[in-house]
């Protein structure tokens, strides 16, 4: 079992950037990681994620060319830099580990979440 904890998250106005970080307690490079959010009344969702070595990396649609997802395996720690956020972007934000992409299912590693709040 990994665990995992992020930080970054916060309350910033349309067009702002924010850079949420997820450390992990031990090795993950052999695993995907992965980033979901959750809206109030909504399900959980797929963002981003990375596989071990950084060179696969889905987005979903609605973030594709604002958020970048990287990792630094060194520091067992994986980012997200979202640029240009939108109130749309509120949400939790959570980190995972496993061996999936796209479902929450595919991981079994989750941390606590971040609040991100886009708001004027």
């Known amino acids: 079992q990994v665990q995992l904890v992020e930080s970054g998250g916060g309350s910033v106005r349309p067009g702002s950037s924010l850079t949420l970080s997820c450390a992990a307690s031990?090795?993950?490079?052999?695993?995907?990681m992965g980033w979901f959010r959750q809206a109030p009344g909504k399900e959980r969702e797929f963002v981003a994620a990375i596989n071990g070595g950084g060179g696969s990396t889905p987005y979903a649609d609605s973030v594709k060319g604002r958020f970048t997802i990287s990792r630094d395996n060194a520091k067992n720690t994986m980012y997200l830099q979202m640029n240009d956020l939108k109130p749309e972007d509120t949400a939790v934000y959570y980190c995972a580990s496993g061996f999936g992409i796209y479902f929450p299912e595919d991981y079994d590693d989750w941390g606590q979440g971040t609040q991100v709040t886009v708001s004027s």
């Open positions: 031990r090795r993950t490079f052999t695993r995907y």
